[in-house]
């Protein structure tokens, strides 16, 4: 399967400054940018942005409203209205939304143009905005309809992240204890840690996985960490309220039940559970189920996942480091979701 070529990754204060340096040098023959931003990105200060082309700002709605066929359409539209032809560019200035629609709207209009992301939250800029996948959400779940598109480049500017309410930054921080943990770095160095750090070191974990594994194959199904009850646990809540839980706390809480299943197949033992605490606990992430969620509507997702393919799969540490373990026993998932609940129930209060 062909690869694409390389692209760079600008993380640092100020960075969002360079978008029309980048696309001078990536795309001299543009002549045109359509940028793809939301109305609430937009009432920041830092959100204008120069890419000393031919300019077209495309509001989008803000969060999950963003990513649906309709956007997509409506998008594509603009960018014809825009005059966009294949030599131009697509920027996506946002969240993870916005860089899923954006990348998505590139990868179709015209058979694809160019993009190049300016990723605002944190989960943006160690996550969605690199790695190439793009993707909208249809009524029967989320990411559904989309497409491998890697951008021309992405400039993650840490200046931006001082807007950032708490909830966001604690959602990117589940991604980044995922990123960490698979990298083998223990809580003292993720307590010392800044925001650069952070994002460097989790992206450069992204980066060799996916170039290993560019279509999701293999290796970079690694990524998917504590995602497997984390989705179950995520969509669960979103049934009874949108807000309670965003997208990297249940990752979070994820994490925690996967090692937790790890040491009940023997693949690890207590140190290992310790130590991915310590980590989440320094980041600031809970990591205790909430309550009330049913073990059988939990188990019932976890097989349903798109990435299942019909049996229980996890991402599991072990003694060879970590590994997609499928065929998992649906009896030993029950069990250690059981013991996880009752953990969780008394955990909250008692061991925060
Ligand atoms: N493509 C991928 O590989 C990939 C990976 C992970 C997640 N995702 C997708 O990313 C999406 C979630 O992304 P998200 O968590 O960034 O959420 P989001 O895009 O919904 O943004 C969250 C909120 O933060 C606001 N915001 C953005 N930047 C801000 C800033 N600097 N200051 C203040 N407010 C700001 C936005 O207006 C929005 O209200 C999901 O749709 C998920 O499916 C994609």
Known sequence: ????????????????TRVAELLAATRPRARAAAVVT??????WPWS??????????????????????????????????AGLSRDDVVVGLGGGAVTDLAGFAAAVYLRGVRVVHVPTTLLAMVDASVGGKTGVNLPAGKNLVGAFHQPLGVLADTEVLSTLPDRERRSGLGEVAKCWLLDGRDHE?????????MIAVSLALKARLVALDEHELGARALLNYGHTLGHAVERTVLERDPDELRHGEAVAIGIAFAVRLAARLGRVGAATIDEHDRVLTSLGLRRWLPPGLSADGLMDYMARDKKARHDLRFVLAGPEGFELVAGVDADVVRAALAEFAAESSGGEATRG
């Open 48 to 81: 204008d942005l120069d890419t000393g082309l031919d300019q077209t700002v495309v509001e989008v709605p803000d969060g999950e409203r963003a990513k649906s066929l309709a956007e997509v359409e409506r998008l594509c539209e603009a960018f014809a209205e």
């Open 1 to 16: 399967m062909a690869t694409t070529p390389p692209y760079d990754v600008e993380v640092g204060p100020g960075v969002r």
């Open 189 to 197: 160095e993720v307590v010392r840690a800044n925001d650069e750090q």
């Open 38 to 43: 939301t109305a609430q990105v937009r009432r």
